[in-house]
């Protein structure tokens, strides 16, 4: 389970969090949307000790990412693609991450055979796709077999195909008792796939609940966004 409270991020003089509070509890997936520079990736970021908080907590069952004792056993994370070297091979990323954590060899081949890139495992990085990048990122998330999965935009780039199956894969962790917190622009996206939804904008949290809660009172989905994220001064 994941638990931010009261969480607040500063650069400079600038607050890119106000205060913010969220969960995401295990066996459900919990869908995190708002618009572009609403505070989404900084919020991850924060969660997953890359940036530091400047107040409040975010927390794993209670503890800090960074005070995690087997954080790739706990948490997989997919930030910004795949974030492999160019000229290594999807395989070789692999067996590069697993070596540095501890993780056996054979997992390498369990993982690239469950996001479909056995084939393409030789090849190297520059040479894929976005999907596949995709992939390949999602991939070293699942190396250590985590409770959690932390996924930014994990659908960009993914062909139809691609989306549901990165959608049967997050039902799947979640039916299996997984926690997954999922980001995404739109909230329509989300309703294939999230129990629960968090809705950010400005930094702020505007709304939380069940996908029926969260759209409650709003002609659809794509209303319900628009009227939840508006600009403060325009927010009804
Ligand atoms: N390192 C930084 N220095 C200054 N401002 C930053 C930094 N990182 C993010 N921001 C600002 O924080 C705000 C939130 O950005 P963030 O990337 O978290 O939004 P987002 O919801 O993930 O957006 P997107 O959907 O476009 O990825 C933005 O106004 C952004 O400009």
Same mark, same amino acid.
Request: with cysteine; proline share 4%; aromatic share 4%.
């Given at each position: 389970?994941?638990?931010?409270?009261?969480?607040?991020?500063?650069?400079?003089?600038?607050?890119?969090?106000?205060?913010?509070?969220?969960?995401?509890?295990?066996?459900?997936?919990?869908?995190?949307v708002g618009p572009n520079?609403a505070?989404k990736?900084?919020?991850?970021?924060?969660?997953?000790?890359? #940036?530091?908080? #400047?107040?409040?907590?975010?927390?794993?069952?209670?503890?800090?990412?960074?005070?995690?004792?087997?954080?790739?056993?706990?948490?997989?994370?997919?930030? #910004?693609?795949?974030?492999?070297?160019?000229?290594?091979?999807?395989?070789?990323?692999?067996?590069?991450?697993?070596?540095?954590?501890?993780?056996?060899?054979?997992?390498? /081949?369990?993982?690239?055979?469950?996001?479909?890139?056995?084939?393409?495992?030789?090849?190297?990085?520059?040479?894929?796709?976005?999907?596949?990048?995709?992939?390949?990122?999602?991939?070293?998330?699942?190396?250590?077999?985590?409770?959690?999965?932390?996924?930014?935009e994990?659908?960009n780039?993914? /062909?139809?195909?691609?989306?549901?199956?990165?959608?049967?894969?997050?039902?799947?962790?979640?039916?299996?008792?997984?926690?997954?917190?999922?980001s995404s622009h739109v909230l329509?996206e989300?309703?294939?796939?999230? #129990? /629960?939804?968090?809705?950010?904008?400005?930094?702020?949290?505007?709304?939380?609940?069940?996908?029926?809660?969260?759209?409650?009172?709003?002609?659809?989905?794509?209303?319900?966004f628009?009227?939840?994220?508006?600009?403060?001064?325009?927010?009804?």
């Open positions: 389970m994941i638990t931010i409270e009261n969480m607040t991020k500063r650069h400079g003089s600038r607050t890119v969090l106000h205060d913010i509070s969220l969960k995401a509890l295990a066996g459900r997936v919990t869908g995190f520079g505070g990736s900084s919020t991850l970021r924060c969660l997953l000790g890359l #940036d530091r908080i #400047d107040s409040g907590s975010a927390l794993f069952d209670g503890r800090p990412y960074r005070e995690l004792r087997h954080p790739l056993r706990t948490v997989g994370a997919v930030l #910004d693609g795949a974030g492999a070297h160019p000229s290594s091979t999807g395989r070789g990323h692999l067996r590069w991450v697993a070596a540095g954590t501890g993780l056996p060899r054979r997992r390498v /081949d369990e993982v690239l055979e469950l996001v479909g890139l056995t084939e393409a495992a030789g090849r190297r990085v520059r040479t894929y796709s976005l999907g596949m990048g995709q992939r390949l990122g999602l991939a070293a998330a699942l190396l250590g077999d985590p409770e959690v999965l932390v996924l930014d994990p659908v780039g993914l /062909d139809p195909g691609g989306i549901r199956w990165m959608r049967d894969l997050m039902r799947s962790r979640a039916r299996a008792g997984g926690t997954v917190l999922v329509a989300l309703a294939e796939v999230a #129990d /629960d939804v968090v809705v950010i904008a400005e930094g702020r949290i505007r709304a939380a609940g069940t996908l029926t809660e969260v759209a409650r009172g709003h002609a659809d989905l794509e209303e319900a628009f009227s939840l994220t508006a600009p403060a001064g325009r927010a009804s």
